[in-house]
T-cell receptor, first 111, second 113 residues
């Protein structure tokens, strides 16, 4: 079953703009992870945020976590055409070890 | 260092045939996962191996699916008597322990005709 749900399902932006996508989940978590997938093949890990963290940065990526609302957001700043991909959030429940993936947000960056 | 590798990258098979998909995880990673992804969908968990513990098979969709992991390294996912609904991309991932970031292979695209 999918615990994480991303919003929006699809996003189209102009190169240079920021892209924001959200993830909501249902149960308490150990950590939440964001992944990127190009062309429907292997996923690439972007960032992991633990339940006791509120914000994390990696290059042009900024992730926030609000455990009280059971939600997370991924912000991509100054987007590039190469950022065009599907982005998935995945949660590790606090009493389990399996990653549970959402259906993803498809981001298209227009040149 | 080498990442997770999977073979074959593509497999076309006739309905009713058996297929074997292979995954070579990153050396030293104790956890190995198999997922299935249908077109435009998220990832569906299939099975999880952690060290020498009994695998978590709770995601396998039917008894036609099985997997093994030999020597704590290479894993093989076997689908018997394939059906058209088995068509999907099968992804393998490994991680150091089960709760950390996962490293994915490129996947095997299975098409059942």
């Amino acid at each position: 079953s999918q615990q994480g749900e991303e919003d929006p399902q699809a996003l189209s932006i102009q190169e240079g703009e920021n892209a924001t996508m959200n993830c909501s989940y249902k149960t308490s978590i150990n950590n939440l992870q964001w992944y990127r997938q190009n062309s429907g093949r292997g996923l690439v890990h972007l960032i992991l945020i633990r339940s006791n963290e509120r914000e994390k940065h990696s290059g042009r990526l900024r992730v926030t976590l609000d455990t009280s609302k059971k939600s997370s957001s991924l912000l991509i700043t100054a987007s590039r055409a190469a950022d065009t991909a599907s982005y998935f959030c995945a949660t590790v429940p606090s009493n389990d070890y399996k990653l549970s993936f959402g259906a993803g947000t498809t981001v298209t960056v227009r040149a | 260092g080498a990442g997770v590798s999977q073979s074959p990258s593509n497999k076309v098979t006739e309905k009713g045939k058996d297929v074997e998909l292979r995954c070579d995880p990153i050396s030293g990673h104790t956890a190995l996962y198999w997922y299935r992804q249908s077109l435009g969908q998220g990832l569906e968990f299939l099975i999880y191996f952690q060290g020498n513990s009994a695998p978590d098979k709770s995601g396998l969709p039917s008894d036609r699916f099985s997997a093994e992991r030999t020597g704590g390294s290479v894993s093989t996912l076997t689908i018997q008597r394939t059906q058209q609904e088995d068509s999907a991309v099968y992804l393998c991932a490994s991680s150091f322990l089960g709760i950390n970031e996962q490293y994915f292979g490129p996947g095997t695209r299975l098409t059942v005709t």
